[in-house]
């Protein structure tokens, strides 16, 4: 809580700080009567609720201090520090006010001893042209004016104070009132209040902030204003944005680090249910890997796990950026958190701004700042409601199933080889598909060939794509609803909040939602202690249904149901014979009815899971600028997953039979019910902190430094079991023989039920001091350093070596507070440089460890163990080490303004896996092995087009990252020299070598397809080849080198429009430099899916296949073979003409949104605004010419439309 | 000011002195239960509960099967492919660095033997522990034995290639390779200390028995074609255990014939193969000659082998309860007494005796509907060949062939040349021949730095 106020020139006059010494030390709410109170409370709504009436009384402690001075013509500077340092040491703040040019060049001599204030400054000032006056300890100098004039004002002059709010009515600190045609300026305190003395009756007062617009209002007796400020809609960058690391809030303009700030507005731009895929293409120097796309139907699989900042920092460890929610580390998954409750993100990129954290730091932080109340504020309500729809993805468009005709082809290619023979007589029945059923037939004389062929024709007229979508699939919609409630008193504050999510999947009977209570109050029971508390629970409840997955991978012509729509048996498993001969052998029903199945639910997993969070802290003030807190948060969630196979489902019919062999002893030794697999997680974490913050003005430098220690655990839990006989109706299971073996009909293998019961614990603790300190000098230096020590009960390490040091250094000059600075056109220019350390968590172990098997031996099920790692004491912690130089600028009246970094990160001491000879029992051994370095830059441009009535404003944002491996010694585990094989293709995680970008792409050299045969060819020791085995294990110097597999520039560009109400954005991202490897036909896996009836291994790429001479000047896909040759399939694969450039710029999304102002404040709500967004518009342009997108290489996801409206009252 | 930081700074120095006091007991904490460094003899023993599996190359490498080029081709890995073929350049990629990673278990629980707590294991454990690894680590040593080196042959094993034989579990010792003179005796030495220490029974037979023991004794010295002590260990063994399955109380017209493996009485120690698509019953067919020259009364016939759409029969006799590929090739009681019949026909005096062992097993192998014709012999040397005969039909899918190839290809008399006819190209195996040692990993022969057999 803090007040400032000082007289100040106007800006770009004032280039010397004149006295901060209020801002920091001031004590705002003491100037806050309870008259003026009252009156407040009267114009505000809803008080009655939660204000309590202020009694804190301002105690004018300056009174009853007494002072001794002894200076000879000394500046008035240097006595007026002597005096605040005197009253400090009383326990009292002072802070002058003052306009530099009133005091410059005057000295005063003085010898005092003990006088009280007002004589001590009549002392000082005897004889000089100043006058003062004394007012909630801050003395306010000023010039004397001729007698009368200032007899004139007195008389009419008045106190005016006011309350400044944001659009939200949340208190708006830092905006600047004064009077018009004056020099007085005043900036409001963090609770948006403010006080001006001795104004003149009728003089009019401007209050401005920078990005809103400013108003002027007409004094006429002394007063109390209210107003909100209107948001500029041309808004810029805010200047008093303070970033949160987790430890404290570092202003910006002393910022040396490198910090990417979100707020809240560009955050909530996005419609979505979850936080981090808001960050996709608005944070700069972050990227989502979106090959891999697995997630929760919250994030679509745009999440932390495939997040990087500023690069791949690690090969082997854990390479996820760090969460952490205010304070501490957040253990559960950010999907919990509701993105309703987030009032900004500061993403942590360099190793000054990064390092706080530590060993935990190395591949960046993501700091989530939730929303809270704020002191004097009145209860304030916003809700949020929206509704989204997408089409489902269209089977028709996957590039990895064909059609029946196409399926067909194959089949009766297949059988014409013979290779359906062993599998038709197969004795345990495998699965057989409806045309080799019929194609037998033929072969054994059965049915003609004519009757064969009509009977496939009659098949395959059906495609189980339209089943797909007609009775498995719908449009995807989700629902967000969100409430919060903020304000508060003079001692407290708070905000509490309800939020409700709800996802309908595009599978029919897929869902998920979540409900998420937040609420954070704070509380100052007495003076200078402030307690927090944080209680946030989260529960959210899936179901997933796993039929649809199945059905999309059936043998195309497979039919679900009937013309009516009555369900139908599908070939899975076992032949259709042997399935339909099992009830009259007394066996459950052995046919798989998956549109059955999808209506009685019989198939369904019931996911759900809670996180409690709790964080409570104490602040104590010792004195203005030293603050000592400790904190603590415990975290705990569960998680539940039970799969219930009903006895209806062919899971559980299919398991209970295939232990039933009446020909043997076993009847049903799994009993006729439901059977139930459950499994069950819980986290728990606990932080504790303690740190002390200092925050001083020492004479012209602003000095801030924090320290402390904390301790971390986190203890994971995890359970499995299998209940088989479960009844859910009377909540009952039936005992099972794990012990016994059974001989399986019709497999004949013997085998005990599945016990599957499994138990895991893991335990990290953390244990780390820190520091971390920043001076800024005459408002144009800052100095920042930072250093921490890690400790970790990594199993194994050494005990000397689990500690880890870490520090940092930056520097930042503001060029523009220079006086010889002069440049016009750039009035903002500052300049930072840091270099520091940060680490990662290790995934290795030094000692000798054996690592016991969660499940029992095979064939005793005793309890076995296995040496799981070689020993290796020399293990040491992976080092990041980063050098971050940029410049911030923004030109006059801040048109254009932006940033511009270069980084380089070397991640040393990497561990990898080093090549060792498999005599030793082991392959390989983790080793420090590894080293990236990678080169990077961050720009960031904003530009105001247009202000005014209509506005535009441009936002760009582009990143550049190239990280090269320049160590390493772990090749592949099968062989001790890189061969070609190991490092062709673009998969994720391929084997890094020396030299190379961390994720390069290599091909196999192409010489087009054997026009005799459609063979592929290639080439070995220069000479076309299709010796695809002695290619594969050539040298990589001769592969085809194409580039990285993850863009080297990525970025977007995003264009806000506003008029009036209006707004109208829309994101535009690109990404540039990169290849990408698309997904073709390999005949041995397509073989493997025919003979087992599924369409497993199928690629649309088979109809473009080489089929007679010539073909291959049309063609690259290689001819039908048999039988498969899987090194020929896998040199296809990963040969030229399957790697694509995989440049795009795409619409990420557009938003239109119209704010209703005014109009609707007689129904109470101060403002309201209706949205509509739309997302994944579609590729504006690629390199490649084949139309593919290379984040999706299945099916491309379909618009999203949303609706919403939000508001305040 | 001065004093009030000074104050400050002491605050901040006591409350970090309190977050790191017990710091290192509270970091000492175990991270992961699964994740143990061995203290207990609880830990070795799980350490030798890990199921062994064996290389299944010994019998990929024998004449047990066949594959039809349809069963050759549409196998997915071009090692099994080559391999099958005995190809000259194909290193047999899979079998080292699973065996020595078995034997890395046995070495720390060697290793950790006297550094261990009792737990909650009985006073005795410890030497029943050290035992039982000493056993399990020359049962791998033999089996490695069996992939990659030629036959013992006792003129030339002072000079010819062994294995590795590692006896530490630091990994930063380097590998060479023994001769096979040194890689027998530390075979049977391990063997003959383990069964000082065994028990005679075991709840599973998994676990490594004095009977086990003197059974792999058996083995090893046959295989050195040490008949005198072969002979010894087999009577050894039979002591403990002559238990024979009677195969009329078996159902053979049961879907799947062959008893499950804990209530075989004959198992003395129970291991199998490590499957391969190779040895899969829809592709590995039997011999017609061999499956023909089971006596109609035998009841091996129908236990042994099912006819298979492919043609022909495919084997189905494994005392495994996997009827796919993963056969059983464990020590069993039979064995022994094929053991001891032949050592006994080996030495001239004693081939009746060797007749009757014999008579004993295939007894409980006839039909008891008819009369059992006894089996005799006129000679020494008819005696051995009858043996020999039967072993090879017993033995069938054991992993025991190429390793009775090996023995009996020194004597030409025995020695046999096998042949793969493959869509008519006819691939061939003379006896003696350097293939039946299969190449080493080509990692292994660069970053052990030890001799690659000969070529």
Not at chain 1, 240 to 265: E, H, I, M, P, W
Not at chain 1, 408 to 423: M, P, R
Not at chain 2, 282 to 294: C, F, G, H, K, W
Request: aromatic fraction near 12%.
């Amino acid at each position: 809580m803090q007040f400032s106020a000082y007289v100040a020139k106007p800006p770009e006059r004032c280039r010397e700080i004149i006295d901060k010494q209020g801002v920091t030390a001031g004590k705002g709410m003491a100037l806050f009567r309870s008259a003026d109170a009252q009156k407040l409370f009267q114009i505000m709504r809803l008080t009655a609720i939660i204000l309590l009436a202020s009694t804190i009384s301002v105690t004018a402690k300056a009174y009853s201090q007494t002072f001794s001075l002894s200076f000879r013509n000394a500046s008035l500077e240097q006595v007026f520090q002597s005096i605040r340092k005197q009253a400090l040491k009383q326990q009292s703040q002072l802070a002058f006010s003052y306009y530099q040019e009133d005091i410059q060049g005057l000295t005063t001599s003085v010898e005092i001893k003990g006088a009280g204030i007002t004589e001590t400054l009549n002392e000082c000032l005897k004889g000089l042209p100043l006058s003062f006056t004394i007012e909630n300890n801050i003395i306010s100098l000023k010039r004397k004016s001729t007698p009368a004039l200032n007899e004139a004002q007195q008389d009419s002059t008045v106190t005016v104070k006011g309350l400044i709010l944001n659009e939200n009515n949340e208190p708006l600190v830092g905006a600047t009132v004064s009077v018009k045609g004056k020099t007085l300026f005043v900036t409001t305190n963090e609770s948006g209040i403010f006080q001006l003395n001795e104004i003149l009756s009728g003089s009019e007062i401007v209050i401005s902030h920078v990005g809103y617009s400013t108003e002027v209002i007409k004094i006429k007796d002394k007063l109390y204003i209210k107003l909100s400020l209107k948001l500029n809609v041309a808004n810029l960058q805010d200047v008093s944005v303070v970033y949160n690391n987790g430890y404290q809030g570092v202003a910006k303009d002393r910022a040396t680090g490198s910090y990417d700030f979100v707020d809240r507005k560009l955050f909530e731009r996005e419609v979505g249910p979850d936080v981090i895929s808001k960050l996709d293409g608005i944070a700069s120097g972050v990227f989502f890997d979106k090959r891999a796309q697995t997630g929760s139907l919250f994030d679509n699989g745009v999440n932390i796990n495939n997040m990087s900042i500023r690069g791949i920092s690690t090969i082997e460890s854990n390479a996820t950026p760090l969460v952490v929610v205010d304070n501490f580390p957040y253990t559960g998954d950010p999907n919990n958190i509701n993105p309703n409750d987030v009032e900004s993100i500061t993403i942590l990129k360099d190793a000054a701004a990064a390092s706080i954290w530590g060993t935990q730091a190395g591949n960046g932080v993501i700091v989530i700042t939730t929303k809270k109340g704020a002191l004097n504020v009145p209860l304030k309500v916003t809700f949020n409601a929206n509704f989204s729809i997408q089409k489902p993805s269209n089977p028709f468009k996957s590039p990895n199933f064909l059609g029946p005709a196409d399926y067909v082809t194959a089949e009766k290619f297949l059988f014409s080889q013979g290779d359906y023979d062993g599998i038709l007589v197969d004795p345990t029945d495998p699965a057989v598909t409806p045309v080799v059923e019929i194609l037998s037939q033929e072969r054994n004389g059965t049915i003609t060939a004519d009757q064969a062929n009509a009977q496939i024709d009659a098949l395959t007229t059906h495609d189980v794509r339209n089943d797909e979508l007609k009775y498995f699939l719908r449009d995807r919609t989700s629902q967000q609803y969100a409430v919060n409630l903020a304000g508060g008193s003079s001692q407290a504050t708070y905000y509490l909040s309800v939020g409700y999510d709800k996802i309908n999947s595009q599978a029919v009977a897929d869902g998920i939602d979540r409900f998420t209570i937040n609420s954070y109050n704070t509380y100052r029971p007495i003076k200078n202690l402030e307690l927090t508390g944080n209680i946030s629970y989260t529960q959210s409840n899936g179901a997933n249904y796993s039929t649809i997955g199945s059905v999309s991978n059936l043998y195309p012509y497979a039919q679900v149901a009937d013309a009516q729509g009555n369900p139908l048996p599908v070939v899975t498993g076992y032949s259709a014979a042997f399935a339909q001969s099992a009830v009259q052998n007394g066996y459950l029903n052995w046919q798989d009815y998956p549109l059955q199945e999808l209506r009685d639910r019989s198939n369904q997993t019931i996911s759900k899971s809670i996180d409690n969070r709790f964080v409570g802290g104490a602040k104590y003030t010792f004195m203005p600028g030293i603050t000592a807190d400790i904190s603590y948060q415990y975290e705990y969630g569960t998680s539940q997953n039970n799969t219930l196979n009903t006895v209806d489902s062919y899971v559980a019919r299919n398991e209970i039979n295939e232990y039933t062999d009446f020909s043997g002893s076993n009847e049903f030794p799994i009993p006729i019910g439901d059977i139930l697999n459950t499994s069950n997680g819980t986290t728990l974490s606990q932080d504790g902190r303690g740190q002390i913050n200092f925050n001083k003005v020492i004479g012209m430098s602003e000095l801030t430094a924090i320290g402390g220690g904390e301790v971390r655990e986190v203890k994971v839990d995890g359970q499995s079991n299998i209940l088989y006989g479960y009844s859910h109706q009377l909540g009952t299971v039936q005992p099972v023989d794990y012990v016994d073996y059974f001989q399986l009909y019709p497999s004949g293998n013997y085998q005990t039920v599945p016990f599957n019961t499994q138990v895991s614990e893991t335990l990290n603790r953390f244990t780390s001091i820190y520091f971390n300190g920043s001076d800024t000098y005459r408002g144009r230096y800052t100095l920042s350093a930072s250093a921490r020590k890690d400790a970790a009960n990594v199993y194994g390490v050494n005990a000397n070596q689990k500690g880890t040091p870490l520090y940092s250094l930056g520097g930042g000059w503001k060029i523009s507070n220079e006086p010889f600075y002069h440049v016009k056109a750039i009035s903002f220019l500052n300049l930072r440089a840091t270099f520091g350390y940060s680490g990662i968590n290790p995934a290795a172990f030094a000692l000798p460890i054996i690592s016991y098997s969660s499940v029992g031996s095979y064939f005793t099920n005793l309890p076995y163990a296995n040496v799981s790692s070689p020993a290796n004491p020399n293990l040491i912690w992976e080092k990041v080490s980063q050098i971050n130089l940029a410049v911030d600028f923004s030109s006059f009246k801040q048109i254009i303004s932006g940033s511009f970094e270069y980084y380089r990160k070397h991640s040393t001491n990497l561990i990898g896996p080093a090549p060792l000879d498999p005599t030793t029992g082991f392959s390989s051994i983790d080793e420090n092995s590894a080293n990236i370095k990678g080169d990077g830059v961050d720009l960031q441009l904003n530009t105001k087009n247009i202000q005014g009535r209509v506005s535009w404003e441009t936002n760009l944002i582009i990143s550049y990252n190239k990280s090269k491996v320049t160590k390493y010694i772990g090749y592949s585990y099968n062989s001790n020299a890189p061969i070609a094989s190991d490092y062709v293709g673009a998969a994720q995680g391929i084997a890094p070598k020396n030299g190379i970008i961390l994720e390069s792409v290599y091909a196999y050299k192409w010489e087009g397809l054997d026009p005799a045969t459609g063979d592929p060819q290639g080439y070995y020791q220069g000479k076309v080849s299709k010796d695809y085995e002695d290619i594969m294990n050539d040298s990589i110097r001769n592969l085809v080198y194409k580039g990285s597999a993850i863009p080297l520039y990525f970025g977007s560009i995003r264009n806000a429009f506003g008029y009036k109400g209006f707004s109208l954005s829309a994101n535009i991202a690109f990404r540039f430099a990169y290849w990408f490897q698309r997904p073709t036909i390999s005949y041995s896996a397509f073989y493997q899916g025919l003979e087992g009836a599924t369409s497993s291994g199928a690629n649309i790429d088979f109809d473009k296949r080489w089929q007679k001479p010539g073909d291959e000047k049309l063609t690259t896909v290689p001819s039908m073979n048999y039988p498969a040759d899987q090194t020929r399939d896998m040199f296809y694969a990963n040969a030229e003409p399957n790697f694509l450039k995989g440049d795009n710029v795409k619409l990420q999304d557009i938003r239109l949104a119209y704010q209703l102002d005014n109009k609707i404040r007689r129904f109470g709500f101060s403002r309201i605004e209706v949205y509509g967004y739309v997302r994944d518009l579609g590729v504006l342009w690629r390199a490649n010419r084949e139309h593919l997108d290379p984040d999706y290489l299945g099916i491309p996801p379909a618009k999203t439309f949303s609706f919403g409206i939000k508001g305040v009252f | 000011m001065k004093m009030a930081i000074g104050k400050y700074v002491v605050l901040l120095a006591v409350s970090f002195g309190l977050v790191f006091t017990g710091c290192k007991k509270y970091l000492a904490a175990n991270s992961n239960i699964s994740n143990q460094v061995p203290t207990t003899a609880g830990d070795l023993q799980a350490l030798l509960n890990r199921f062994l599996f064996d290389s299944p190359t010994p019998i990929i490498a024998s004449d047990d099967y066949f594959l039809q080029y349809s069963g050759w081709s549409s196998m997915y890995s071009i090692f099994d492919q080559m391999n099958y073929l005995w190809d000259a350049n194909t290193p047999d990629e899979g079998s080292w660095a699973v065996a020595y990673n078995y034997i890395e278990n046995y070495n720390t629980v060697l290793d950790n033997i006297n550094n261990v707590s009792l737990g909650d294991s009985s006073a005795g454990a410890l030497p029943r522990i050290k035992a039982r690894a000493l056993f399990l680590r020359a049962y791998t040593f033999l089996n490695l034995v069996q992939v990659y080196t030629k036959g013992y042959d006792s003129a030339t094993a002072k000079g010819d290639l062994g294995i590795c034989l590692r006896t530490t579990s630091s990994a930063t010792a380097s590998s060479i390779r023994a001769t096979m003179e040194e890689t027998y005796n530390q075979i049977i030495n391990d063997f003959k200390t383990a069964a000082v220490s065994l028990p005679v029974t075991e709840q599973f037979s998994t676990t490594p028995t004095k009977v086990a023991a003197y059974g792999a004794l058996a083995r090893v010295y046959l295989s050195m074609s040490d008949f005198v002590n072969a002979k010894a260990y087999a009577d050894s063994c039979l002591t403990y255990n002559s238990n024979l399955i009677d195969f009329n109380t078996l159902d053979s017209n049961s879907r799947y014939s062959s008893p499950t493996p804990q209530l075989n009485p004959e198992i003395i120690f129970y291991t199998e193969i490590n499957g391969s698509e190779v040895l899969k019953s829809s592709r590995a067919l039997v011999d017609s000659n061999l499956y023909s020259s089971y006596d109609f009364n035998d009841l091996r016939r129908p236990m042994y082998f099912r006819s298979s759409s492919l043609g022909g029969f495919t084997f189905n006799g494994s005392y495994s309860h996997e009827q796919s590929a993963n056969v059983f090739d464990g020590i069993a009681v039979d064995e022994i007494y094929l053991i001891r019949a032949e050592c006994e026909a080996r030495t001239s005096e004693g081939y009746l005796s060797g007749m009757d062992d014999l008579n004993t097993l295939l007894k409980t192998r006839w039909l008891n509907t008819v009369p059992f014709p006894t089996f005799s012999a006129t000679s020494a040397d008819d005696a051995l060949m009858q043996i020999l005969i039967e072993r090879r039909k017993e033995l069938l899918f054991r992993g025991q062939r190429k390793s009775d190839l090996e023995r009996n290809n020194l004597e030409p008399q025995y020695a046999v040349t096998l042949s793969r006819d493959l869509n008519g190209v006819v691939y061939s195996l003379p006896a003696n021949d350097l293939r039946y040692a299969y190449l080493i990993p080509e990692n292994v022969i660069a970053l052990g730095g030890i001799v690659q057999n000969p070529r």
